[in-house]
């Protein structure tokens, strides 16, 4: 169980929780281009707790210019990005599980 912290970090990678049960995260692999941050990539993700689901919101490549959002407005979506970024999702997260050995850990922001 997620006890109520500021802040997680997956290594490099940090979230703030929105509320307990709909958590929104960025997951980000940076560069740097001419002094720039370029995400390579950055996805949003929403975290649904009691449905034990992720799904992915947003999906941006700086080096090659793309930002595409599964829900670009209120009642509209697009089912077949909807799959390719939660396959690509599950496909990243399955890599830093399984590949790079990632760990939850948790820290206090005050110490």
Not at 2 to 30: D, R, V
Request: contains cysteine.
């Amino acid at each position: 169980m997620i006890q109520k912290k500021s802040y997680y970090k997956i290594a490099t990678i940090i979230f703030s929780i929105c509320n307990l049960y709909k958590i929104k995260i960025a997951l980000a692999h940076n560069g740097i281009q001419n002094g720039d941050v370029m995400a390579d990539p950055d996805l949003e993700v929403r975290i649904n707790r009691p449905g034990k689901m992720a799904e992915a919101l947003t999906f941006q490549n700086d080096y090659l210019g793309i930002f595409q959002q599964v829900y670009p407005e209120p009642g509209k979506y697009y089912p077949k990005l909807k799959k390719e970024l939660n396959d690509f999702l599950n496909d990243w997260l399955k890599n830093m599980i399984e590949v790079q050995k990632y760990e939850l850990v948790e820290e206090d922001p005050d110490e």
